[in-house]
């Protein structure tokens, strides 16, 4: 029999539908009498609300912060020490804090119509002064843009001491770099989409939404909308893209929750291009004022860092806005060796759109400030690239080893993997090549960044960083079917990572049923395990080990 099981290469199950069109998204979804919807936003950055001017005709369709009887707002309030959490309502009503937050929604037979209403209603406002930059946001004076905070820091974290100064005075090599990065877009291929409706068969609130997250929508709805957990219903089907964008519970799942439980039809909104780029989700805008001490030889002695994360106006559910500076104290050390380590990491409000974890969460930003540190150490000590990093990188025989803020390396050969590295790119031809002016007048440059990413956080982890819901144990329930075919139920949810092929390997490689007669299903809260699904490169782990443990309870 052909291997199909851990670790053979196969072909993945999803390609046959994807490939031929068939994958099923939000926006596949057709459901009798479905009525379209379209947000009125805003066009400012900090405003006090005034008035909504609803044309007469219009009125029925359109709704406000004051139609919302009961609803309450989004609230991402982890237990850590001095955060300030923010109240996101699900309408403005007083105040509008960011460019593009949902003011109004409108409803009609089509989108082109819903965007006509839109169009049709005029707000009136007084203009506040707007914060748009995080470090003037951190200056006394700025505006504010939660006033009641009395300033612009969400929640800021310290690791280490300040260094002392026989390595600050002392220090044969002190360089500082200033480093700043752009905000970023996700842009996956499928937008944001939600599609609501009462079931009255099965006597719940059903929303079938473009989501990474779908037990945590399903808690963060309940919450907003007052109903037992069992009352809502979150399907996730095909998801064209993810990269942190959908992990989160967004303003239009509630306000479509909340219309559909009004109305006697379905409700659908699909994210066009413009919402995306302006209104719903940013991330990775860093500012690193970071400072590296070593010897003459470029050993490195201390680093101190001080480093902003421009969050925007509200912290997102379940995530918040503590995750990117939360990572930057504790990531920016890496694989380097040194013993004093000094650095604050504020996540800061501005009138922006919220950031949420993006791919690599504060990682970017990281890998780009420690880095630019060694590279200058290096100019100083007169060293190469590589002879910089590997004389301060952890070396195979300190495995184990915890570095300065008590990351744990279990193994590995960080130095041979930087040699290979230096081999396959042929750093020293090269350096050569600089040495002689190219043909067309170009500069060509060589740059090495390393770091070791860490993966599959645990419920410790998820409990550290105060997220809202922390699951436990991930689960997955695994059975045979009448006819001789293996179903696993798994909360996780595949947006790429071909749950459907690996999840059925690692059964196949148990209980030796065939590969094609593993079905894996996933994203449907009404039949799958309550999970925190599929991020930061933990479901084979977690979810491919219960999927293990079943199996061989089944087998």
């Known amino acids: 029999m ?53 044309p ?52 009609a037979n089509s989108r082109a119509e819903a965007e006509d209403i839109v169009a049709a209603i005029t707000l009136e406002f007084d203009e506040l002064p707007a914060v748009s930059d995080m470090r003037a946001a951190c200056a006394p004076g700025s505006a504010l843009v939660h006033e009641e905070w009395r300033d612009n820091i969400f929640v800021s974290f310290e690791e280490g001491k300040p260094l002392s100064g026989a390595i600050r005075e002392g220090a044969p090599i002190k360089v500082t770099r200033k480093i700043r990065t752009s905000r970023h877009c996700m842009f996956p291929l499928e937008g944001r989409g939600v599609l609501a409706y009462r079931d009255a068969r099965l006597r719940n609130l059903t929303l079938i939404t473009s989501t990474q997250f779908p037990n945590s929508v399903q808690t963060g709805l309940a919450q907003c909308l007052g109903l037992e957990h069992g009352n809502v219903r979150v399907i996730s089907p095909d998801v ?34 413009r919402e995306h780029l302006g209104a719903n989700a940013n991330c990775r805008e860093h500012y690193y004022e970071i400072t590296g001490y070593a010897t003459a030889d470029g050993k490195l002695l201390g680093i101190e860092c001080d480093a902003l994360v421009d969050a925007g106006a509200y912290s997102s559910y379940p995530v918040s806005s503590s995750v990117e500076a939360a990572q930057i104290a504790n990531l920016l050390p890496g694989p380097y060796v040194f013993s004093d380590y000094h650095c604050c990491a504020a996540a800061v409000a501005t009138n922006k759109c919220p950031i949420i974890p993006y791919r690599g969460v504060a990682r970017t930003g990281i890998c780009l400030a420690i880095e630019a540190v060694m ?53 020293k031809a090269v350096r ?87 079905k894996v ?35």
């Open 521 to 555: 299903l996933q994203g449907d809260t009404l039949h799958t395990p309550y999970s925190t699904a599929t991020w930061g490169s933990r479901s084979m782990v977690y979810g491919g080990g219960a999927v293990a443990i079943a199996s061989r309870v089944l087998a």
């Open 375 to 427: 590279d200058a150490i290096a100019r100083e000590a007169n060293l190469d690239l590589d002879e910089v990093r590997l004389r301060n990188m952890v070396q195979p025989e300190q495995m184990p080893f915890n570095n300065v803020v008590g990351k744990h390396f279990d193994s590995g050969d960080h130095p041979e993997c930087l040699r290979r590295a230096v081999v396959a790119i042929g750093l």
């Open 2 to 54: 052909a291997n199909f099981g851990i670790g053979a290469s196969v072909l993945r199950k999803e390609d046959d539908r994807f490939l031929r069109g068939r994958g099923q998204y939000v926006g596949d979804f057709r459901l009798a009498g479905t009525r379209e919807i379209a947000f009125l936003r805003s066009p400012v950055a900090h405003a006090r609300l005034r008035r909504i001017n609803i």
């Open 56 to 107: 007469p005709k219009f009125r029925s369709a359109v709704f406000t912060a004051e139609d919302l009887k009961g609803v309450k707002p989004i609230v991402s309030a982890p237990p850590l020490r001095g955060f300030k959490f923010s109240v996101e309502p699900i309408l403005a009503a007083d105040k509008l804090r960011y460019v593009g937050e949902m003011v109004a929604l409108c409803v």
């Open 240 to 273: 064209g893209g993810g990269f942190g964008y959908k992990g989160l519970l967004c303003r239009e799942e509630v306000a479509l929750g909340w219309l559909a439980l009004q109305v006697d039809h379905p409700v659908r909104w699909l994210e066009d291009c």
């Open 432 to 518: 050569e090549r600089q040495k002689r002016s190219e043909p067309d007048g170009r500069l060509v440059g060589v740059g090495l960044s390393f770091f070791v990413e860490q993966g599959a956080h645990g419920t410790s982890v998820l409990a550290s960083w105060g997220r809202p819901i922390v699951p436990g144990y991930e689960q997955a329930n695994v059975r045979l079917t009448p006819d001789g075919e293996v179903e696993i139920h798994v909360g996780t949810h595949s947006h790429g990572q071909s749950h459907e092929t690996t999840y059925a390997q690692v059964a196949h490689e148990i209980l030796g049923v065939e590969f094609d007669k593993i």
